[in-house]
């Protein structure tokens, strides 16, 4: 039988546990938090793994990767067996994670994007000697919702067009989601590596935005020890949900 465990996104400290069982915990991690501490963010304060391990009392391990801007489901292992087995099946593409991000345009109702991407170094700061050579990257897509706001954005149209898209990342590149939807003219809005400065302003300006409007609110994988299915299932956070409703935009939970 399959476990569904639904949590509403967290509002306030602590952070919102999602699911707990003798050997994994998933949570809701919010924007702008560190997974782990890095060389890269040595100032950083809040770090997900030690106040999540704090919170519950429990060693944790690290078994994938969630940008810091990226709001939503973050799954650690409570034991090193635990954390090899569920490593692989994220290395090995056998879980499925599903996001919600709120970006510019329309693009079509749904299909795939499949261009591969250069692998990027994690510190941007560093210069590549060389191009790297692309690899193969392939996201599912749907879009859920779109809306017109009745103002001249870019100041070449009347108006402007958003949209909320779901996405599924086939493949696990670095930034993939972001850079894809570069490529297709549908940047996530509040992308500040990837997205377009001019609408970021507008709804900073307009909507008190602070953040990168990307969320995982779903992730499905075999359990890697009982074998059962696993669904853990989370909200987009409030301030992601009200500004897509300020602009019209209804079903970021679905």
């Known amino acids: 039988m399959a476990t569904m465990i639904t949590g509403e996104a967290p509002e306030s400290e602590p952070i919102t546990v999602l699911y707990q069982d003798a050997h994994l915990v998933a949570v809701h991690k919010p924007s702008g938090m560190l997974v782990?501490?890095?060389s890269i963010d040595r100032h950083e304060t809040r770090i997900a793994l030690p106040l999540v391990r704090d919170q519950i009392g429990q060693h944790l391990y690290p078994v994938h990767r969630l940008?810091?801007?990226?709001?939503?489901?973050?799954?650690?292992?409570l034991d090193s067996d635990t954390a090899r087995l569920t490593a692989d099946a994220f290395q090995n593409h056998q879980v499925r994670k599903d996001y919600m991000a709120l970006v510019r345009g329309w693009p079509p109702l749904g299909g795939i994007i499949d261009k591969p991407l250069a692998p990027r170094d994690p510190d941007s700061r560093k210069r590549k000697k060389r191009p790297k050579t692309p690899q193969s990257a392939k996201t599912l897509y749907h879009r859920v919702a779109q809306t017109?706001?009745?103002v001249s954005v870019d100041g070449r149209y009347l108006h402007t067009r958003y949209s909320l898209v779901r996405l599924r990342p086939i493949t696990g590149r670095r930034h993939q989601l972001r850079r894809h939807l570069k490529t297709r003219n549908?940047?996530?809005?509040?992308?500040?590596?990837?997205?377009?400065g001019i609408h970021n302003r507008y709804f900073r300006e307009h909507y008190g935005l602070e953040r990168l409007l990307l969320c995982a609110i779903r992730l499905s994988m075999t359990h890697p020890i009982t074998g059962d299915p696993l669904v853990i299932e989370t909200e987009v956070d409030d301030d992601f949900r009200g500004i897509a409703e300020q602009i019209g935009l209804q079903g970021s939970d679905q």
């Open 148 to 150: 017109t706001v009745p």
């Open 36 to 38: 782990h501490r890095t």
């Open 67 to 77: 940008d810091k801007p990226t709001s939503g489901i973050l799954l650690f292992a």
């Open 186 to 196: 549908h940047p996530i809005i509040g992308d500040v590596n990837y997205g377009k």
